[in-house]
């Protein structure tokens, strides 16, 4: 967003909400942590988006500030881990997921930067992507003691193939934009700076349409997404009962010392 625009949004805890061109723009704002969302931050853009599809705005957009998009949950809480804290942040993820996925607009996600673990888990949800050139997207999960259940190890899938799903799902690795854009991941790739025009070109050509008629295209397009649901929550069962594990604090320790982890062998799993 712009300067102007930053100046007229409203501040919510850690996001910007502003209305431009006929959309709400949903901004990530805390890039002292590559926009990485705690339970309450999560709460925040729920809440926003909630708003949002209440009105008659065409299309939701969510972004980040500054160079990233959005690096998932804070991982702060992992080194030292509080069960109802990070329960309410896995299953929190889930309802803001949800929640781009029932909206009866089109949720696009105006990837700026970074998207990595849950915040490419977010670009999977949302309707549609757009990133800049320097954007690059991929998995942390496995790396610092997670799993990506809510994306990234299933509806990722349908988009990119299993197998190279689960490449990225099990090493972690980054890929550029325009990688992501060849393998189906986004829709579009466009020169840094540029951003904002293209999507607001997006929007002005989703406001031809019939809301009505658009909402029906997008709730009917969930079909894999609400397939895989059971399969969400089963996932998200078995990361709480992960919660404290000798892995979960030995990755995330390794993470903000920035270090390579020593995970444990699987006989002393």
Request: proline residues 4%; negative net charge.
């Amino acid at each position: 967003m712009t300067d102007t625009d930053h100046r007229d949004a409203k501040q919510q805890d850690d996001v910007l909400v502003a209305e431009r061109a006929g959309a709400t723009w949903i901004t990530l704002n805390r890039p002292d942590r590559k926009n990485a969302y705690d339970p309450q931050m999560c709460a925040s853009i729920v809440a926003a988006i909630k708003q949002a599809a209440a009105s008659d705005v065409t299309a939701i957009v969510i972004t980040g500030t500054q160079d990233s998009f959005c690096a998932g949950g804070f991982l702060a809480n992992l080194a030292e881990p509080d069960v109802h804290e990070l329960r309410s942040m896995f299953f929190g993820s889930l309802e803001l997921f949800e929640q781009i996925r029932t909206a009866p607009q089109p949720v696009i996600a105006a990837v700026n930067g970074v998207a990595a673990g849950g915040g490419n888990e977010l670009v999977v949800a949302c309707d549609l992507a757009v990133a800049v050139e320097s954007a690059w997207f991929g998995q942390t999960g496995v790396k610092i003691g997670s799993a990506p259940v809510l994306g990234g190890t299933n509806m990722l899938a349908m988009t990119i193939g299993e197998k190279r799903a689960k490449e990225v799902a099990f090493l972690c690795g980054r890929y550029p934009a325009r990688e992501a854009l060849e393998m189906g991941w986004i829709n579009r790739v466009v020169p840094d700076g540029e951003l904002e025009a293209a999507v607001d070109g997006i929007v002005a050509q989703l406001a031809q349409m019939s809301p009505r008629y658009l909402e029906i295209a997008k709730i009917s397009s969930n079909l894999w997404w609400n397939s895989a649901r059971d399969n969400y929550v089963s996932g998200l069962g078995m990361l709480v009962q992960a919660i404290g594990s000798k892995d979960m604090r030995e990755g995330a320790t390794a993470f903000l010392e920035k270090r390579r982890p020593s995970f444990t062998t699987r006989g002393d799993l």
